[in-house]
């Protein structure tokens, strides 16, 4: 049986910006992640990074968080009060649940902690290639990833998430 992350995201150039790296890493670790994006939305940098596009339908379709992982950014739970719930829900019901972006939403931030990830080389190559598909052009991708997560029990789960700091 493999790990799986479901990542929601509305905007795919957000995505692979913050979590770029993370995601190429968890997928060549032997993880299945899939990523919701929104209709119209470019699946190749998602492709690039080895993971799984599907179609974001919030109106027509109950998001749920699967177990093990979610992942979010913070930004989008703010404007979207459907994939909030999913977020809160997967947090009270022991999924590790991991988000990007500033910190404050919902999640009692003495329940989360704040999370780095490094890249391997192959993930900052991939990351950067994502991201020319995108239309982005960095003059350089950084070798870590930060976020805040919350349960997260099992360490040999998610070994590539250590504390930030």
């Known amino acids: 049986?493999?790990?799986?992350?479901?990542?929601?995201?509305?905007?795919?150039?957000?995505l692979v910006l913050h979590a770029g790296g993370w995601i190429y890493d968890r997928v060549t670790a032997?993880?299945?992640?899939?990523?919701?994006?929104?209709?119209?939305?470019?699946?190749?940098?998602?492709?690039i990074l080895g993971a799984a596009p599907t179609v974001l339908d919030i109106t027509g379709h109950r998001l749920r968080a699967c177990r093990p992982a979610?992942?979010?950014?913070?930004?989008f739970c703010r404007r979207n009060g459907e994939v909030a719930k999913?977020?809160?829900?997967?947090?009270?019901?022991?999924?590790?649940?991991?988000?990007?972006?500033?910190?404050?939403?919902?999640?009692?931030?003495t329940a989360s902690v704040p999370v780095s990830h490094r890249l391997s080389v192959a993930a900052r190559a991939f990351k950067?290639?994502?991201?020319?598909?995108?239309?982005?052009?960095?003059?350089?991708?950084?070798?870590?990833?930060?976020?805040?997560?919350?349960?997260?029990?099992?360490?040999d789960l998610v070994a590539d998430l250590v504390p930030a700091g």
């Open 30 to 47: 032997g993880w299945e992640v899939n990523i919701a994006l929104p209709l119209g939305a470019d699946p190749r940098p998602v492709r």
């Open 1 to 14: 049986m493999k790990y799986q992350l479901d990542i929601i995201s509305d905007s795919v150039g957000d």
């Open 128 to 155: 950067t290639q994502a991201l020319a598909a995108c239309g982005d052009h960095p003059l350089m991708v950084c070798r870590h990833e930060t976020f805040r997560s919350v349960n997260l029990a099992d360490a």
């Open 70 to 75: 979610i992942a979010t950014s913070v930004d």
């Open 86 to 109: 999913v977020v809160a829900s997967a947090a009270r019901n022991e999924t590790e649940v991991t988000m990007w972006g500033e910190d404050g939403f919902g999640i009692d931030s």
